[in-house]
């Protein structure tokens, strides 16, 4: 297989965490370029690792997720940066759950795999994914506009390692990560594709299912260098002690999602 190699196109973003570049391969796919600097750690955590990781557990549980790509791009001014690359999907309409307003009101009528799609809460939860609430990290795409959406994950930076030890809410064992509602809640619409145990049940069974040693492999997924070892022990702990739980915590998200507190779209 020919290695796929990146160049810089624009920038995208520029946040705390670090740049966002859009770049394109030999083949002519676009992707979106992450790096980080040392002194942007503070605000990125191992945001690397957690795609990876994030990316392999998605893949695991049978979630379509972006493919990821490990390159070294040379930058507007010449010097190289070492990040992750997510490819995008080449499609005639391509847009973010954020961008297609016209759906929210009937979502499955416009979207395939819908009960698949309410799945992505229990996956959240179990991953302690904080960054979907506005929507623009599920993206839909498809090459008809008679034709459903068909939809994939993409940027879990804000998960497993960096999200509870960066907000600061007390270790993972806490409680406070057991209340969904007070932190996590679904992008503009998505409650419109009518949530039910009937339709979370699958996930929930194939989290608590999961065996550790496929916890393991999705954590071998980010390479040392961007994963010490006290990380690794970190996320592994985190998944375990929420694998456990995650049926509670769902139970309790159907039962308060309908109150003003959550957020009613």
Same mark, same amino acid.
């Given at each position: 297989?020919?290695k796929?190699?990146?160049?810089?196109?624009?920038? $995208?973003? *520029?946040?705390?965490?670090?740049?966002?570049?859009?770049?394109? *391969?030999?083949?002519?796919?676009?992707?979106?370029?992450k790096?980080?600097?040392?002194?942007?750690?503070?605000?990125?955590?191992?945001?690397?690792?957690?795609?990876?990781?994030?990316?392999?557990?998605?893949?695991?549980?049978?979630?379509?997720?972006?493919?990821?790509?490990?390159?070294?791009?040379?930058?507007?001014?010449?010097?190289?940066?070492?990040?992750?690359?997510?490819?995008?999907?080449?499609?005639?309409?391509?847009?973010?759950w954020?961008?297609?307003?016209?759906?929210h009101?009937?979502?499955?009528?416009?979207?395939?795999?819908?009960?698949?799609?309410?799945s992505?809460?229990?996956?959240d939860?179990?991953?302690?994914?904080?960054?979907?609430?506005?929507?623009?990290?599920?993206?839909? $795409?498809?090459? *008809?506009?008679?034709?459903?959406?068909?939809?994939?994950?993409?940027?879990?930076?804000?998960?497993?390692?960096?999200?509870p030890?960066?907000?600061?809410?007390?270790?993972?064992?806490?409680?406070?990560?057991?209340?969904?509602?007070?932190?996590?809640?679904?992008?503009?619409?998505?409650?419109?594709l009518?949530f039910?145990?009937?339709?979370?049940?699958?996930?929930?069974?194939?989290?608590?299912?999961?065996?550790?040693?496929?916890?393991d492999?999705?954590?071998?997924?980010?390479?040392?260098? $961007?994963? *010490?070892?006290?990380?690794?022990?970190?996320?592994?702990?985190?998944?375990?002690?929420?694998?456990?739980?995650?049926?509670?915590?769902?139970?309790?998200?159907?039962?308060?999602?309908?109150?003003?507190?959550?957020?009613?779209?």
């Amino acid at each position: 297989m020919v290695k796929n190699q990146w160049v810089f196109k624009k920038l $995208y973003k *520029n946040k705390l965490q670090g740049q966002v570049w859009i770049v394109e *391969n030999q083949f002519g796919q676009r992707g979106y370029f992450k790096f980080t600097t040392p002194r942007q750690w503070y605000y990125s955590g191992p945001m690397i690792a957690d795609e990876l990781i994030a990316a392999a557990l998605a893949k695991e549980l049978g979630l379509p997720v972006a493919n990821l790509d490990l390159a070294v791009v040379r930058g507007p001014t010449g010097a190289p940066q070492k990040g992750l690359v997510s490819v995008g999907v080449s499609a005639k309409e391509v847009i973010t759950w954020e961008e297609a307003k016209k759906i929210h009101h009937n979502p499955n009528e416009h979207v395939n795999n819908a009960n698949l799609l309410c799945s992505i809460v229990v996956f959240d939860a179990w991953i302690v994914n904080i960054d979907r609430a506005l929507g623009r990290n599920l993206v839909l $795409y498809r090459n *008809n506009p008679a034709d459903k959406f068909d939809w994939y994950l993409i940027d879990h930076g804000h998960t497993l390692h960096d999200s509870p030890h960066k907000w600061k809410r007390g270790e993972w064992k806490s409680r406070h990560w057991e209340r969904l509602w007070r932190f996590h809640s679904v992008p503009k619409g998505f409650l419109n594709l009518g949530f039910s145990r009937e339709k979370l049940e699958p996930m929930i069974n194939k989290i608590e299912n999961l065996p550790p040693s496929a916890i393991d492999q999705a954590i071998k997924k980010a390479p040392r260098k $961007y994963l *010490n070892p006290r990380g690794r022990l970190f996320i592994k702990g985190l998944l375990l002690y929420r694998q456990k739980k995650i049926r509670t915590i769902i139970t309790r998200w159907l039962n308060y999602k309908g109150k003003k507190e959550f957020g009613r779209s």
